[in-house]
Nanobody, 124 residues
Framework: QVQLVESGGGLVQAGGSLRLSCAASGRTFSSYAMAWFRQAPVKEREVVAAISWSGATTHYADFVKGRFTISRDNAKSTVYLQMNSLKPEDTAVYHC?????????????????WGRGTQVTVSS
């Protein structure tokens, strides 16, 4: 079992930055691929970024490439999402998720554990 707790969300103006954190507890964090998903009202949940257990492989959704960076610190059992140049359309609840697999999944059904999420609101 893995417990995930997100933090770092908030209200920011367009063009601003936020850094999300996801702290994990429970089983060995370093054995899990991690991802950030987001869900806006009346929209489907979508992957934002994902990172392999070692951090060597990452995946980004096209709409965040060049603006967001996912990273992890296995010693701290934490995964991060640095979000720059934020846009109003980035407004959503952001969830982190853990997958006990070797790859970097981009589908939500590939992930076994989920945090409750943190709200990100970008004003225009």
């Amino acid at each position: 079992q893995v417990q995930l707790v997100e933090s770092g969300g908030g209200l920011v103006q367009a063009g601003g930055s936020l850094r999300l954190s996801c702290a994990a507890s429970g089983r060995t964090f370093s054995s899990y691929a991690m991802a950030w998903f987001r869900q806006a009202p009346v929209k489907e949940r979508e992957v934002v970024a994902a990172i392999s257990w070692s951090g060597a492989t990452t995946h980004y959704a096209d709409f965040v490439k060049g603006r967001f960076t996912i990273s992890r610190d296995n010693a701290k059992s934490t995964v991060y999402l640095q979000m720059n140049s934020l846009k109003p359309e980035d407004t959503a609840v952001y969830h982190c998720a853990a997958d006990h697999g070797l790859g970097v999944g981009v589908q939500d059904y590939e992930y076994d554990y989920w945090g409750r999420g943190t709200q990100v609101t970008v004003s225009s």
